[in-house]
T-cell receptor, first 114, second 115 residues
Framework: AQSVTQLGSHVSVSEGALVLLRCNYS??????LFWYVQYPNQGLQLLLK??????LVKGINGFEAEFKKSETSFHLTKPSAHMSDAAEYFC????????????FGQGTRLTINP | NAGVTQTPKFQVLKTGQSMTLQCAQD?????MSWYRQDPGMGLRLIHY???????DQGEVPNGYNVSRSTTEDFPLRLLSAAPSQTSVYFC??????????????FGEGSRLTVL
């Protein structure tokens, strides 16, 4: 069955520091993987997605993620955090019945310290 | 440029009451879905639809009904509200095929409290 595990429900970094949000997946089919971001009182929006092309995926707002099959990981990174990056981040994997039916992780709340 | 529109944004119900959460999209997406978001549990799929007249259950369908009479609309009905249904509900839509499959467009959410 498809599932994702996000390591750390809360991550706090200083402005300008590296952001690293961890995601490990389990999938019985070649995985399609996604990162979504949710700003306060808003819906989720797509940051980036991996669909079996390049293993290093670049997204919006300077974020990128690397697909590592050997580690079943899809960690999200950003070299330098900005205050506006404070949000909740969700990793997701394609569900068992098709690409649209995403299975989401528990979410990681990112706090940026000035 | 409306995207996915959900109404109402907030609702308080008493146990046993029924209500409908509305969802409409103007992107001509074939696929529409409802998720609920609870603290520490991420988003869980309630029901989904791959086109008008076609619906199916997701991970947590009990206590909810859906229908899809048009491409644009996908209402979620709570038949007899229970406190366990207190949550934030999100409607999301997507293309069913092609390179953008899996890119869900979300509404802003409907916060439901059941007393």
């Amino acid at each position: 069955a498809q599932s994702v595990t996000q390591l750390g429900s809360h991550v706090s970094v200083s402005e300008g520091a590296l952001v690293l949000l961890r995601c490990n997946y389990s999938s019985s089919v070649p995985p399609y993987l996604f990162w979504y971001v949710q700003y306060p009182n808003q819906g989720l929006q797509l940051l980036l997605k991996y669909t079996s092309a390049a293993t290093l995926v670049k997204g919006i707002n300077g974020f990128e993620a690397e697909f590592k099959k050997s580690e079943t990981s899809f960690h999200l990174t950003k070299p330098s955090a900005h205050m506006s990056d404070a949000a909740e981040y969700f990793c997701a994997v394609r569900g068992p019945k098709g690409a649209q039916k995403l299975v989401f992780g528990q979410g990681t709340r990112l706090t940026i310290n000035p | 440029n409306a995207g996915v529109t959900q109404t109402p944004k907030f609702q308080v119900l008493k146990t046993g009451q029924s209500m409908t959460l509305q969802c409409a999209q103007d992107m001509n997406h074939e696929y529409m879905s409802w998720y609920r978001q609870d603290p520490g549990m991420g988003l869980r799929l309630i029901h989904y639809s791959v086109g008008a007249g076609i619906t199916d259950q997701g991970e947590v369908p009990n206590g909810y009904n859906v229908s899809r009479s048009t491409t644009e609309d996908f209402p979620l009905r709570l038949l007899s509200a229970a406190p366990s249904q207190t949550s934030v509900y999100f409607c999301a839509s997507s293309y069913s095929a092609g390179v953008n499959t899996g890119e869900l467009f979300f509404g802003e959410g409907s916060r439901l409290t059941v007393l």
